[in-house]
């Protein structure tokens, strides 16, 4: 409560600083606004739901943060949790459906919540922050952000950004899975947690 009574540019640079780990979880949804017991309901009817993207989704599961022992076990409630939520959205936004990646952005959701709440927040991320441009067809926002992310490496970077021109190699090559996991792929989960809590904050870009 106190956080949430100082000021904007107060409460940006208390974030800066990292969101205490009890509280993480809280201050996402309330950042987001996702706490919604009508998407909570929602949820639970797509989990009696069949889903025509059920055995991508099962095969992506044992991928997915494999060193992380919440999601080790195949029969464990973390690869169980990952599947519901990701299959009740694929259910929730058919246009969007189900694409690789998306466990990975799910994933520090239920680390830090409840898996009804996890879904309320990645709907919110998806649709109130953009992340589903990243997914649909064509990825437009994907797209933008490899070429935000070109400029930048051009502007601050010439030597490098030159280097790579010259040898081929594309940010499409590596970077855009950080954009589309927002960094969980690769990064380790602190570190994670940091840019998501900026993410909630101030938006994705």
Excluded at 34 to 41: F, Q
Excluded at 188 to 201: G, N, Q, T, W
Aim: aromatic share 14%; net charge negative; glycine share 4%.
């Amino acid at each position: 409560a106190n956080i949430l009574a100082t000021s904007p540019i107060e409460l940006t640079k208390a974030i800066y600083t990292g969101i205490p780990a009890v509280l993480r979880g809280m201050m996402w949804q309330l950042l987001s606004s996702s706490k919604d017991e009508e998407l909570e309901t929602q949820y639970a009817k797509y989990l009696s739901l069949s889903c025509p993207h059920e055995s991508l989704i099962r095969r992506d599961l044992s991928r997915t943060f494999p060193s992380q022992d919440f999601f080790k076990d195949a029969k464990g409630v973390g690869q169980e949790s990952l599947y519901n939520v990701v299959k009740a959205y694929s259910l929730y936004d058919p246009e969007c459906g189900y694409c690789q990646g998306m466990q990975f952005v799910v994933g520090p959701l239920l680390l830090n919540m409840p898996d009804e709440e996890a879904f309320s927040t990645f709907v919110r991320l998806m649709q109130n922050y953009d992340l589903r441009g990243h997914f649909i067809p064509n990825m437009p926002a994907l797209q933008l952000r490899l070429y935000q992310f070109d400029r930048l490496l051009e502007d601050m970077l010439p030597v490098l950004y030159n280097h790579f021109l010259r040898r081929g190699i594309r940010s499409s090559m590596y970077a855009s899975q950080w954009f589309m996991t927002l960094f969980s792929y690769r990064f380790p989960l602190e570190i994670v947690y940091r840019i998501l809590d900026s993410i909630f904050a101030e938006g994705i870009d």
